[in-house]
């Protein structure tokens, strides 16, 4: 993993330390939007006729509008203070690559991001404010790498994934000495860093004497979910929680790894060029369809959160995108503020779980990350409004593919 990522971070990634103090110049960048807001959603409380607590955490009013800078900042920070000159990345939505190319100014680094093509296509000014923060954005599959020549060849009209993506990030970074590559979900050292928002939320609640009863996230690679979830299930987990709260992860019904997905070791990326990992997954080879979530089209999962799954610790659940737009429409009109379409995944499980509180008559605390805002998507919300959107469900025989070829391909699992 070396020749990929800055030693730092690969120490963050196996460390055993229960916390690592936030260096004071990512400190002083977090300031510009930290800490974020905690907000009551007393409006949307009334419109559900709900006895519930609705609490949201908003990500929304960093630079880029989502959580992704709070990992991408402390990622940029490691590698500047190794001496790294570029990093290479893969985007969906455009979050995570607008993310990085803003850290990337912070700390005078060259950012390189490949975007999964249906995105580059969809989201256009992603596109612009990635340039805008200096960095070079190339549609993936893309003619720069071998990786994905081979799958332009195959499959030239392919939509793209972040699979792909990734593998042509990783292949890129290995040409260059001074090069090293950055993920922005997934693995251990981002979900830790993103724990920044869950900190921050035990003490805001603190101040109002709250505990969640319900921990809310929606989950593409798992980190905003694991920001605002773990200090909650640390404290669960040693037995010093008040409260038997209950953790629900949301996914699409799209690209649902946790709910139909299985337990097994596959590759983080298409192109097979990650080591082997133990995760909830469809399978490498799987391409999902066009939803608008970008975010969200991951074939695996965090190896952390699919563990947690697997242990029961986490509840997966899965929405489609009608069901979870619809559920956006809803907050904005209540709280004024557009969810972004991944952000509404979590927003859909809110509400239910609101609305399950009114024919309880139970008054719980539901915490929720609003991962970010969702002013880059209006064509989503214009699809939406006009009746255009598909509520895809993944079909099982399409999963069955993936997984049997995966299987096949490591039949010791
Ligand atoms: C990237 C993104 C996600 C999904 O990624 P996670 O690593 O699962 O958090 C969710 N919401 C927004 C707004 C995003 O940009």
Known sequence: MLPIFAKELLRQEVTEKRSIDIPEEVREAYRLWRPTPL?????????????????YKYEGVSPTGSHKPNTAVPQAYYNMKEGVEKLTTETGAGQWGSSLAYAGTLFDLE????????????????????????AEVIPSPSTRTEVGRRILEEFPDTPGSLGIAISEAVEQCLKDENTKYSLGSVLNHVLMHQTVTGQEAQAQ???????????????????????????????????????????????????????????????????????????????????????????LRYHGMAPQISSLANHGIIKPRAYNQIEALEAAATFTKAEGL????????????????????????????????????????????????????????????????????????????
């Not at 975007?115 to 340039?131: C, F, G, L, T």
């Not at 919300?381 to 999963?399: A, F, H, S, T, V």
Request: aromatic share 10%.
């Open 39 to 55: 907000i009551r959603a007393t409006r949307l409380e009334r419109l559900l006729k709900t006895p519930a607590r609705i609490y």
């Open 111 to 134: 950012i390189e991001v490949y975007m999964v093509r249906i995105s580059y296509e969809q989201k256009p000014y992603r596109k612009v404010m990635m340039r805008m923060y200096g």
């Open 205 to 295: 609640l603190g101040t109002v004497d709250e505990y969640p009863d319900k921990v809310i996230g929606c989950v593409g690679g798992g980190s905003n979910f694991a920001g605002v979830a773990y200090p909650y299930i640390g404290e669960k987990l040693r037995g010093k929680a008040p409260k038997d709260t209950e953790f629900i992860a949301v996914e699409s019904t799209a690209c649902p790894s946790l709910s139909k997905g299985e337990y097994l070791y596959d590759h983080g990326d298409t192109g097979r060029m990650t080591p082997l990992m133990r995760m909830f997954t469809l399978g490498h080879e799987f391409i999902p369809d066009p939803i608008h979530a970008g975010g």
């Open 338 to 413: 557009i969810p972004a379409p991944e952000t509404a995944h979590a927003v859909k499980a809110t509400i239910d779980e609101a609305l399950q509180c009114k024919e309880t008559g139970e008054a719980k605390t539901i915490l929720t990350l609003m991962s970010g805002h969702g002013y880059f998507d209006m064509s989503a919300y214009e699809d939406y409004l006009d009746g255009k959107l598909q509520p895809y469900e993944l079909p099982q025989p399409r999963i069955d593919e993936t997984l049997s070829r995966l299987k096949r391909m490591y039949p010791f699992q």
